[in-house]
Nanobody, 127 residues
Framework: QLQLVESGGGLVQPGGSLRLSCAAS????????ITWFRQAPGKEREGVSC???????NYADSVKGRFTISKDNAKNTVYLQMSSLKPEDTAVYYC?????????????????????WGQGTQVTVSA
């Protein structure tokens, strides 16, 4: 059974940092792309960052230079290091997976491409 479990969310002050984790199981991690999405109240789900099966990365313009995505293949885990956080980063953050080529190689930030989703973790940036 394919499963994605996010962790690491919480309350942080503006300018602070958090690291989110997405632990994957039940599928071939090395043949997948994992993407972080976020959804704030009243807003559409937004693609934040992706890491492809080969390790290529993609970022939304709103987070470039502040967020870094990485993965540990031995632990089947993807990380999202978030720095210089802003109040507008407040949202529920989800990780999603697509397995197998070609989508696993393309690293898309469109939610429609992803079949498998975690339950989400809340990130709140506030003073």
């Amino acid at each position: 059974q394919l499963q994605l479990v996010e962790s690491g969310g919480g309350l942080v002050q503006p300018g602070g940092s958090l690291r989110l984790s997405c632990a994957a199981s039940g599928f071939t991690f090395l043949s997948s792309a994992i993407t972080w999405f976020r959804q704030a109240p009243g807003k559409e789900r937004e693609g934040v960052s992706c890491i492809s099966s080969s390790g290529g990365t993609n970022y939304a313009d709103s987070v470039k230079g502040r967020f870094t995505i990485s993965k540990d293949n031995a632990k089947n885990t993807v990380y999202l290091q978030m720095s210089s956080l802003k109040p507008e980063d407040t949202a529920v953050y989800y990780c999603a997976a697509v397995v197998g080529p070609p989508l696993s190689q393309l690293c898309l930030l469109s939610a429609a491409q992803y079949r498998y989703w975690g339950q989400g973790t809340q990130v709140t940036v506030s003073a």
